[in-house]
């Protein structure tokens, strides 16, 4: 199996917050490849298909028409094939049992959304290396948490 | 009846590379000018089995020295966090030159150079990790997780843990508990 990038996937029913998610990846020194769905329902609907490649990081907004995040995160945890999924819950703001609740279900991070582009850059690249580190030293996925 | 071949030998190299990676179920990358980036490091039995196959097609595994020095590194800085009978008031920099035989600076770039992370961020992520370890795994509350690891209280514990991950280490353990309490509610 032979991949030079490292594959994302958001979900978000925002187009504006998609634009800015996936410009901010482009401009980062990190070779990636972004997909972006804007329900929850399209998002089950291609990670269930057959073939499809899974993310390496799926980035879920919890407020979304038709399923929501949690639901998402629910199915995703529950299936066999989706479990080497780093799951980061991508949101604009919960209290801190919300966030708690969503790394209770199974969710590896939680981020805030940031309004600033710069900032959201620096973010998006702490958590694709924080990933890959996991990932090459092979530390325990299973208590993997970051909030950001 | 003859035919004549002519041999890409770039394309030859690269398509018995991938298959026999392939074989093995590895991760991989190949990297051009003869070297490729595997994504996990080899066990012994799998570096042998590659390097046996390998072999068969005429080709052979270079060691490369600045890879083996950097598992040696990485290897050592384990060792010295999950090793108890380590002393660990030793700084980590002269811990890792005396044993290893080269200057801290050499083997810190060296690291940074290959891992694109650095000594100092590796040697936090597996402390963290041991702290996960023996918040989950043990009796031992965090002024004695504290004192194992040699921090100078569990206050600079709490911090470097929360810088790690956003979290601090009773949320951590808390948001354990009550995944493994969800997970049996789910069996019954």
Redesign the interface.
């Known amino acids: 199996m032979q991949k030079d990038y490292i594959y994302i996937i958001l979900a978000d029913d925002d187009e504006d917050d998609i634009l800015f998610f996936t410009d901010a990846f482009d401009e980062l020194k990190i070779n990636t490849k972004v997909n972006s769905f804007k329900d929850g329902e399209e998002l089950m609907n291609y990670l269930n298909k057959d073939n499809a490649l899974m993310p390496n990081v799926l980035f879920l907004d919890l407020n979304m028409p038709k399923k929501t995040g949690i639901e998402c995160l629910a199915e995703i945890k529950a299936s066999q094939k989706m479990s080497d999924i780093a799951i980061a819950i991508y949101s604009t703001s919960a209290s801190d049992d919300d966030i708690e609740k969503t790394f209770v279900l199974g969710a590896n991070i939680y981020i805030k959304k940031p309004s600033d582009f710069k900032k959201l850059k620096k973010v998006l690249s702490e958590v694709v290396a924080i990933n890959w580190q996991y990932h090459t030293n092979a530390l325990n996925k299973d208590n993997f948490l970051l909030r950001l | 009846m003859k035919l004549f071949l002519k041999f890409d030998f770039n394309t030859l190299s690269k398509k018995v590379l ?1 298959s026999k ?2 074989e093995q ?6 990297l051009g000018f003869g070297e490729i980036e595997l ?3 080899l066990t012994p039995e799998d570096y042998d089995a590659l390097q046996s196959s390998l072999h068969d097609y005429g080709i052979e595994i270079v060691e490369s020295q600045k890879s083996i020095l950097v598992q040696k590194i ?1 290897d050592m800085i384990i060792n010295m966090v999950f090793n108890e009978n380590i002393d660990l008031k030793v700084k980590s920099s002269v811990y890792l030159s005396k044993n290893i035989g080269h200057s801290y600076g050499y083997l810190s770039n060296l690291f940074s150079e290959m ?3 650095s000594i100092g961020n ?1 040697i936090i ?1 597996q402390k963290i ?1 041991y702290v ?2 023996l918040i ?1 795994n043990t009796e031992l509350n965090l002024t004695e997780i504290a004192f194992k690891l040699n921090y100078s209280s569990v206050a600079h514990l709490s911090t470097q843990f929360k810088n790690a ?3 601090t280490p009773s ?2 353990q ?3 508990f ?2 493994r309490k ?1 997970a049996k509610q789910k069996t019954k």
Request: net charge positive.
């Open positions: 991938e990676l392939d179920n590895l991760e991989y990358k190949i994504i996990k490091k990485k891992t694109y992370s590796f992520i990790e996960k370890h989950l991950t956003g979290i949320a951590f808390r948001i354990i009550k995944r969800l």
